[in-house]
């Protein structure tokens, strides 16, 4: 039996259909869990969540729905040791829910993915995540070169880490800065990140490893037809880019 | 306020043998509002080309249907809507751009397709001054568009924005949406054969008192003083509502799939439920009774005529046999939960499709409405008067010599020419994983709009208002063509086009001569071009309490097959040694162009020659199908030499080094064509072409001489925008 993978559907979630797509694509046996199956969420084995806008981002984006009763499974599962990936609105409401980078407690955050800086608007950008951790730090990114390097699609208007200097630390010291913005050949500089993130963060993981939330979306960038910069021959249908960490992430179900 | 004339008002009661009743005055004051009933401009918009052996659907329902290409045996369509939303815009801009996305989204998905792509074709007053009212409707009317497109997640790929000063009291937002459909599972706006005894279905958010006298009031000359008393008549968006709404539909369709039932489906717009459901049985030949005292409400004891016509968004209407109908409650209010997504939002039975064709409406067990449907829904006319041959002449006048090292990046920094990339960044151009080509990477957005196929669709939008204040024909008949080129430029195969026609007061014969003058010119380009026009919107009275109309805005949209994506044309210069192509015409006059306004001259418009486009278009689509086509930009604003910079500016933002030179007269002169990077070895046949120079080893362009650096020119043309935009 292959591990199945629940895409949980927030009302407000919007990028469910890519992601279930590019599971699949990339062998994971997944499918969507809309929120009035929510008692059907903790039978699974493994768990990502989508972007979109949740609960219409209210208070915070991510806020309201960590608090939805689907969450209550999902931090269950988390906490048991499965597999939790949060790309965008899904990354905001692990923070939100307290799951990563976990240095609080449930649901009292201490770090929040929020307004855009210094201007405070949505941005779709194409970016660059750097890997910023050992690959093996996190089982999500296990399969993942050192120093990988993964396309993908900036688009939120809430993506800036924000945290206390003190909880800022706690981040750098605890290893839960998984991935950063860099340049196309992996360079990191200010001008590389979109949204005025603190750390340059697009990505924290928790203390155990299993619980990963980035803000951009390699599910985006995934399919070869995707690439501005595919080269001739390459099959336009076949899964490649950002699809890396979505492979990594099915191989460490396996 | 009811805006009917009152000749209209003695006809309606003429017909009736009484005096309407409000609810009546009301109903007939939106089915006769120039926005629903194109009652000055149906004649003329007969004349435009609509059929072909792609149009599975033309003008006539909410959106018209085009046949795409075949995948695994399944025949796909693409199904485009194209509307504006002017005035709510200008008088509400955040809410009213926003229900702009929404209900052309709603137009689409009522087809029975899956969204997959909008558009924004804008055009602002001249935002120079940032705190003026001109610049604060040029953001917010983008913030909405943004906040609503993706909140519900459909990416924006194509548009284009102008600033001028003839917009200032009048910003234009028009909105284009595509959905993707299995040809088999089309659904239509109007009651089937068999119909009699089905159920009338709402679907949607509670209706409240938003929106009332919308429809009318988008018929209205706008003035300033009015505008606290307008805003009421504006919709309040609620995208995350919409969301739902969309998934839960998508959900529905699969059932009906499913079960193999005929049902109606129809999005609520102008004119609310009494337009809508009037409308879905009127034309299918039924009449209808429906109970408004069935209809979930926002607010208790709101007037029946506000229920009747008030155009809350976010409603939609099914008419569904009676065996479908607890499936489909079932699906919306239990599974995708409306009730507990917004405050009473419900699905909803409110009447039932009738074999007599009369339309009544019953509130409190009370007639408040009851007329012949044919009455209400069929169409009316409004011969108005109009001017013949308007033109504002340019004049027969020489371009002087121009010095390119000091002009040309003028021309890049121009606000019509600069990149619109400050603006389109806050829209998400790549949800859901299917974009090709997203906003501002080629000269039209792609979508691989099936999973799992080859096949793509290329949208492009155009429609110069430099040319619309000249000559209101040209520049309508220049926005197909610039439409078609764009779209063939990346490589895709034009099959139709959709047309919003915003101009200004048909009750003033200059105004109303500019209007019919467009349309006949765009029926000549669609005609000499064989597209069909599958469906469109006229926006009227488009018109200042000064008096001042817009400058003439025929604005037309072009939508492309592409059999496989791998043929896609991607952005920017591949190689050095590459030959550049100017095909197309090469006509040195200036008027209507960046260059001529900022020499402040007039110049002479270029010729439209339809023999030397169609010669044109072949060689281009020739060059891609022989795959020697390297990268394509269309000669638009800014004229040639902005093309082969933007060649330049996407090879190096793909980390690509190149630049060109190029040896040729005036190169900023805008006579549309195509600027190709043609593979050096390619053996093409060049014969009506002319090379205009050649793709070099170094970020550079060397213009008749004169070298200019390709990153620097990149931040000239960059940072414009960003002021507005920051």
């Known amino acids: 039996m292959s591990a199945r993978i629940a895409v949980p559907v927030f009302p407000g979630t919007n990028s469910e259909d890519e992601t279930l797509r590019l599971l699949r694509d990339c062998g994971g046996d997944a499918e969507l869990v809309h929120w009035s199956q929510a008692s059907s969420l903790a039978q699974y084995d493994a768990y990502v969540l989508a972007g979109g806008f949740a609960y219409e981002d209210r208070i ?165 037809f995707n690439h501005l910069d595919r080269r001739e021959g390459d099959d336009v249908l076949a899964t490649s880019g950002g699809s890396v960490l979505f492979r990594s992430f099915v191989q460490a179900l396996s | 306020m009811v805006n009917l004339r009152d000749e209209e008002l003695q006809r309606i009661a003429q017909q009736l043998g009484r005096d309407p009743s409000v609810v009546e005055l009301h109903a007939f004051d939106a089915a006769w509002s120039e926005h629903c009933s194109y009652k000055s401009s149906r004649r003329f918009l007969k004349t435009l080309p609509t059929s072909g052996s792609r149009v599975l659907l033309g003008p006539g329902e909410d959106a018209g249907i085009l046949h795409l290409g075949t995948h695994d045996g399944e025949r796909y369509a693409v199904v485009v809507a194209h509307e504006s939303h002017n005035h709510p815009s200008q008088v509400v801009p955040f809410e009213g751009a926003a229900t702009g996305i929404g209900g052309i989204v709603r137009d689409v998905l009522c087809m029975g397709a899956e969204v997959v792509a909008v558009a924004d074709p804008l055009r602002f007053g001249r935002c120079d001054d940032l705190a003026s009212h001109q610049s604060h409707v040029a953001r917010a009317v983008v913030d909405g568009i943004g906040a609503y497109g993706n909140a519900i997640g459909v990416p924006n790929v194509a548009g284009d924005v102008y600033f001028e000063h003839g917009f200032d009291e009048n910003c234009l937002v028009n909105v284009v949406a595509l959905g993707i459909v299995n040809e088999k599972d089309v659904i239509h706006s109007y009651a089937p054969k068999g119909a009699e005894g089905w159920q009338i279905v709402l679907v949607g958010k509670a209706t409240d008192p938003s929106g009332f006298g919308g429809a ?188 390119i090292e000091g002009i040309f990046p003028r021309v890049l920094a121009h606000r019509d020419v600069c990149s619109r990339e400050p603006l389109y960044r806050r829209y998400d151009s790549v949800v859901r994983g299917r974009t090709v080509l997203p906003r501002g990477a080629g000269d039209a957005g792609i979508l691989a709009p099936v999973p799992g196929s080859r096949l793509g669709v290329a949208l492009a939008v155009a429609g110069n208002p430099r040319y619309g204040r000249i000559d209101p024909a040209y520049a309508a008949e220049q926005a197909v063509l610039e439409a078609m080129r764009r779209v063939v430029a990346v490589g895709a195969h034009p099959i139709g086009l959709t047309d919003c026609l915003n101009f200004g007061n048909p009750r003033k014969a200059e105004q109303y001569g500019e209007f019919v003058a467009a349309v006949e010119a765009l029926a000549r380009a ?177 213009v008749n001489g004169t070298r200019f650096d390709v990153e620097r020119l990149y931040e000239t043309w960059s940072r414009p925008l960003a002021q507005l935009y920051p």
Not at chain 1, 128 to 140: F, Q
Not at chain 1, 197 to 213: D, M, Q, Y
Not at chain 2, 649 to 668: C, S, T, V, Y
């Open chain 2, 216 to 403: 009318s009031f988008s018929s209205l000359t706008l003035d300033a003083r009015d505008a606290e008393l307008n805003k009421g008549a504006v919709q309040v968006p609620d995208p995350f509502f919409k969301n739902v709404l969309m998934r839960a539909s998508y959900r529905v369709f699969a059932l009906q799939r499913e079960r193999r039932l005929a049902a109606a489906f129809k999005d609520l717009g102008a004119g609310g439920i009494v337009g809508c459901s009037a409308e879905m049985t009127g034309h299918g030949g039924y009449g209808a009774q429906i109970d408004l005292s069935g209809v979930n409400v926002a607010l208790e004891g709101m007037p029946p005529e506000i229920i009747a016509v008030g155009e809350t968004q976010e409603r939609m209407m099914w008419i569904a046999p009676p065996e479908f109908v607890p499936d489909l409650l079932r699906i919306y209010n239990e599974e995708f939960g409306l009730p507990e997504v917004a405050y009473n939002a419900c699905a909803t039975v409110i009447g039932e499709v009738t074999a007599q064709q009369r339309y009544v409406l019953q509130y409190r067990e009370r007639i408040v409405m009851d007329v012949e449907s044919e009455f209400l829904t069929g169409a009316i006319n409004d011969e108005l008067p109009y001017t013949e041959k308007i033109y504002h002449g340019a004049t027969a006048q020489e371009l002087p010599a121009v010095d």
């Open chain 1, 60 to 224: 915070r984006a991510g806020a309201i729905a960590a608090h939805d009763r689907m969450m209550d499974s999902v931090i269950e599962a988390a906490e048991s040791g499965k597999l939790v990936f949060g790309i965008c609105n899904g990354a905001q409401i692990l923070l939100e829910a307290g799951l990563v980078p976990g240095t609080g407690s449930i649901r009292r955050p201490t770090a929040a993915f929020t307004r855009n800086a210094p201007a405070p608007h949505f941005v779709c950008k194409h970016v660059y995540l750097k890997l910023a951790i050992d690959p093996a730090r996190c089982a999500i990114t296990a399969a993942l070169p050192e120093d990988a390097i993964v396309p993908a699609w900036a688009a939120h208007a809430e993506g800036r880490l924000a945290a206390t200097p003190e909880h800022l630390r706690e981040i750098v010291a605890g290893g839960h800065l998984a991935f950063v913005y860099a340049d196309s050949t992996g360079a990191v500089d200010d001008g590389a990140i979109p949204n005025g993130s603190a750390l340059g963060c697009a990505g924290l993981v928790n203390r155990a490893g299993n619980v990963l939330a980035i803000m951009p979306h390699p599910e985006r960038d995934a399919w070869n």
């Open chain 2, 526 to 702: 669609a005609t000499e071009l064989d597209l069909p026009f599958v469906s469109g919107n006229v926006s009227l009275y488009n018109e200042a309490a000064t008096g001042r109309a817009i400058p003439a805005s025929a604005i037309v949209a072009c939508i492309g097959s592409i059999a496989d994506i791998a043929t896609v044309i991607t952005p920017g210069f591949k190689a050095a040694g590459s030959a550049l192509l100017w095909v197309g015409s090469r006509e040195l006059v200036g008027g209507g162009s960046v260059l001529a306004e900022l020499l402040g001259v007039k110049g002479t418009l270029p010729h439209i020659e339809y023999d030397a486009e169609r010669a044109a278009l072949t060689i281009v689509r020739d060059a891609i199908a022989r795959g020697v086509m390297r990268s394509c930009r269309v000669v638009a604003d800014g004229g040639m030499l902005t093309a082969v910079a933007r060649l330049a500016f996407d090879a190096l933002r793909a980390g690509r080094k190149l630049g060109a030179e190029i040896d040729f007269g005036n190169p900023l002169c805008e006579a549309g064509g195509f600027v190709c990077e043609i593979a050096g070895d390619s053996g093409m046949d060049v014969t009506g072409t002319l090379q205009i120079g050649t793709t070099i080893d170094a970020p550079e362009l060397v």
